[in-house]
């Protein structure tokens, strides 16, 4: 017994360095043929969103790779991987959470899992490996300290039925942090992705008072003083605070519920350099990767796997403020209720405006 337990284990032990040299041999293989190909060309990945910058440079000095972007929406890097085929001028895209099926089944996509794959939450990757989402975005509230004196400024979404403060959303109609501004909102009164009528009800509240501001919550109107209380992704919130006046503005999760979603890289079925398109994934879910993520405000999907520089770690909210935070459980039904959510939104909110 105690020489099978032996050779089981002696067994398990070669098993295990053979799968961590195959791993290591793959990794190789794949650094070697991405700098053959020299080059990776990415849509909606500029500089200075996410501090997609950061990665850019550490890809250009540890693997030689040159890179290009052009900034477009989500469903436009969709689109133009599905029009272009075989004559791609794009290797990598990063759309926002809901895209990455889409792009599945349009066929446009090829998978790759990177090393670090267990780490990613099953809600946040696709099984097959053609999608993950690299950083999240939770809605959060940010506040001009200035225009909301302290005992006013809300910390759920509840305090804002109680308030003086115009709040601003955005275009429910054309912008996904909207869209999802509403359904976090549902979620703090009980609502999901099914039921979506009572984070209305909160805005049609608001409206009635006239306290909806239509401003966009961008930093422009930030700067100006045009928006006293914005709905944001945190990541944007923190941002903005940051460039504008870290004293001047605070950014929170509100505190009776929220909605967790992300960005996913694609890799296109026909890029050109599909390696190089692979290591730079590889790269962004490394330690490095996340770690740049962060330096721009993301929150890294694998922070619990993370031990962020303190001054890194200064820029994301504390852990804790995400405990009511929740990740979108039903993609196909807020596919469908974010599609009627335009309509609805004019029909029970704007109209209180007229």
Do not use: C
Not at 29 to 45: I, T, Y
Not at 137 to 159: C, S
Not at 247 to 269: A, Q
């Amino acid at each position: 017994m105690k020489k099978f337990f032996m050779a089981s284990l002696l067994g398990s032990a070669i098993a295990l360095s053979t799968s961590v040299m195959a791993a290591d041999t793959g990794l190789k293989a794949l650094e070697d043929a991405a700098r053959k190909e020299g080059v990776v060309n990415s849509v909606g990945m500029p500089d200075a969103w996410a501090n997609w910058k950061g990665t850019w440079a550490d890809l250009a000095s540890k693997y030689g790779l040159k890179h290009s972007d052009t900034d477009m929406s989500s469903a436009q890097e969709v689109a133009k991987f599905d029009a272009e085929k075989e004559n791609a001028s794009a290797d990598i895209g990063d759309v926002g959470a809901a895209f990455g099926p889409i792009a599945v089944a349009k066929g446009v996509t090829q998978p790759y899992k990177p090393t670090t794959w267990d780490q990613v939450p099953d809600w946040a990757k696709d099984q097959e490996g053609h999608w993950a989402l690299a950083y999240t975005g939770t809605i959060a509230f940010i506040i001009n300290k200035q225009l909301v004196k302290e005992g006013e400024r809300p910390k759920t979404w509840h305090d804002l039925e109680k308030g003086k403060y115009k709040v601003a959303i955005g275009d429910v109609g054309t912008a996904a942090q909207a869209a999802n501004g509403v359904l976090a909102a549902a979620i703090a009164y009980k609502g999901d992705e099914k039921n979506i009528e009572p984070g209305l009800q909160l805005f049609t509240k608001l409206a009635q008072q006239k306290r909806l501001s239509l401003a966009n919550p961008t930093i422009q109107t930030l700067e100006k003083g045009e928006v006293e209380v914005g709905v944001v992704w945190d990541f944007n919130g923190l941002s903005y605070r940051e460039q504008i006046d870290p004293e001047r503005f605070e950014v929170l999760i509100p505190s009776d519920g929220s909605v967790i979603s992300g960005y996913t890289t694609i890799i296109n079925k026909y890029a050109r350099n599909p390696n190089a398109a692979k290591l730079t994934r590889e790269y962004i879910f490394s330690d490095a990767g996340q770690t740049n993520l962060a330096i721009g405000h993301a929150r890294p999907i694998r922070a619990q796997n993370l031990k962020l520089p303190a001054d890194v770690q200064a820029k994301l909210l504390p852990n804790e403020q995400y405990g009511a935070a929740q990740p979108i459980e039903d993609a196909a039904a807020w596919e469908a209720t974010s599609k009627a959510l335009p309509q609805k939104w004019q029909e029970q909110v704007i109209i209180e405006m007229e």
